[in-house]
């Protein structure tokens, strides 16, 4: 493991174009209050909003107007569930993937690869790839994507945000957000072929028609 470190700290040395963006990006920071708060803002908060703005979508999005009234009896509800599970599925099983990659990947933050790094803020360690926050939004926002393009192109616009972000506060290198972005991406393609399968909808179908019999 102790060589697989130091092996990858080398990488990340000798990889000059990563470190050559991250510092173009990570420049921004310590310029001025507001700016740094946008940043962090953006790398901590943001994803929140991003996941909120789904869950209303999914939910009460209908025929191009929002209906926030008996939408029980109004909208189709096993529709709408199976959306919200497509969506959050491939989201948190690609950051489940992306977890268990840091855990057999020894990779060190910018702040612990260059002492004279100060971070806006201190998040993990020996963790740095691939990014799971790249991961689980890039997965959010596709799948969204594949649901409504017009939403799904402003929360991938959110998830770069937040990829950029991350990088500027100094908790991630380029490469770790790129490979979060694939990974992302990947899994909610395979996700979307797999629930558009007639046994899983048929699986879904029976739960869902329970579940909603209930509300």
């Not at 971070?119 to 926002?141: C, E, N, Q, W, Y």
């Not at 029976?206 to 509300?215: D, Q």
């Amino acid at each position: 493991m102790n060589f697989l470190v130091y092996s990858v700290i080398n990488n990340y040395q000798k990889f000059k174009m990563n470190n050559t963006i991250f510092f173009s990006l990570y420049n921004l920071a310590h310029q001025s209050v507001f700016l740094d708060w946008v940043i962090v803002f953006c790398a901590n908060i943001l994803g929140n909003i991003l996941i909120l703005i789904s869950c209303i979508f999914l939910l009460f999005y209908t025929n191009g107007f929002m209906s926030f009234k008996n939408f029980s009896l109004k909208l189709n509800l096993e529709d709408r569930f199976k959306n919200l599970i497509l969506v959050f599925s491939s989201a948190s099983i690609a950051w489940v993937f992306t977890t268990f990659l840091k855990s057999i990947i020894a990779s060190p933050r910018p702040f612990m690869v260059f002492n004279s790094l100060v971070p806006l803020f201190i998040h993990g360690g020996m963790d740095s790839f691939p990014s799971g926050h790249a991961t689980f939004f890039m997965a959010l926002a596709v799948s969204v994507y594949l649901i409504n393009k017009r939403l799904g192109s402003y929360l991938i616009m959110g998830a770069i945000f937040i990829g950029l972000a991350r990088i500027a506060s100094g908790v991630h290198f380029p490469i770790d957000i790129l490979f979060g972005y694939i990974i992302g991406l990947t899994f909610s393609i395979i996700f979307c072929y797999i629930f558009k399968g007639k046994f899983i909808n048929s699986i879904l179908d029976y739960v869902l028609a329970i579940l909603t019999k209930r509300l």
